[in-house]
């Protein structure tokens, strides 16, 4: 049996509520510490887990990171359009950072262990065990370990005088925060199932999106939204504000087959409202200020950035140059996007910057700066080698 203190990531669920009798009564802990890291869950979610924490806990933290996991997890997203297979990694962003709040706890309460709700089947238990791990501390994760069974917890719950609050008929799993909408479990494992309106909360249905379409204008300073319809705002106000206007124009809802780090596929629902606009208001303003070059390399190293970012390998060696990489480029990634939003999709209208690598004077059909007679000069030596070996084989 183990002994001491052990503090517990805690997010008032079902699974990490019960984690707390079990880390007692069957690992034999004599003290538990719970952590709540607040990154944009519903006031009500933290709230929950603050009154159970402080009820069934001997110690209770709730942090909020939601500041802190804008500036550091999803500005640096932006800049490197960070996507895993179209989904903008709300909860992978935000796991590295809700750990790295909870190995402060473990540090200043000297707990000798850190504990998770993981199950063994999910991204989760291995984003946060990477952190913990990473800081030196043996992991304890029940739901893993003791092969557990929803219908077993409940029981277990009810033994415990744990309030469950698990509905019925809505028995999906949710995971919230400022920037995505988690929905999976229940039927939603079935990938043909075709999903209930009632699942998303962030969205209309873009059936009953308004029929005008909402102009907005995006403002970005090295990468990162700065001002919303000529507005400066915090990043975190942004993209509230920016959930609420998308969402009621019906962009942002993604229903995907995802490939797990372990490889099992799984069906995911989505709803990513802000993500989904400044995504391609992002990465359109790139199209205007960054050379060719730039662009084509960037697409690798934003797909391996959005690859590492998914599994939550946030100190590999490789992350960090891959930023370094992105961080030289958004220092010209300055200027304004329109966006048209309308009935579920979105549209950029135009763009601008005054680090524009563009001329309309060179590029315009009107204009004569370009001597056009240079271009045969050009020509002559365009495919140059193919030509030459397409002759060869003539002979
Ligand atoms: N598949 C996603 C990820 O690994 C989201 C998991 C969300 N969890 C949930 N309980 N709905 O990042």
Known sequence: MEKGKVVLAFSGGLDTSICIPLLREHYGFDEIVTVAVDVGQP???IA???EKGRMLADNHYTIDAKEKFVADCLFPSIRANGSYEGYPMGTALARPLIAEEIV?????ESASKIAHGCTGKGN?????DFIFRAAGYDIVAPMREMNLTREWEICYAQDHDIPVTVAKDKPYSIDENCWSRSIEGGKLEDPAFHPPDDIYAWTVSPKDAPDAMEEIRIEFEQGVPVALNGKKMSGLALIRELNRIAGRNGVGRNDMV????LGLKAREIYEHPAATVLLAAHSDLERLVLTRSELAFKRIVDDKWSELAYMGLVHEPLFYALNAFIDKTQERANGTVD????KGSVKVLGRSSDSALYSDDLVSFDSTTLDQNHAVGFSNYFGLQARLLKNLKKC
């Open 258 to 261: 995802e490939d797990r780090i």
């Open 124 to 128: 989760d238990q291995l984003r946060f």
């Open 339 to 342: 966006v048209g939003l309308y």
């Open 48 to 50: 929950r887990a603050t």
């Open 104 to 108: 402060k706890v473990a540090k200043q």
């Open 43 to 45: 006031e009500e979610e």
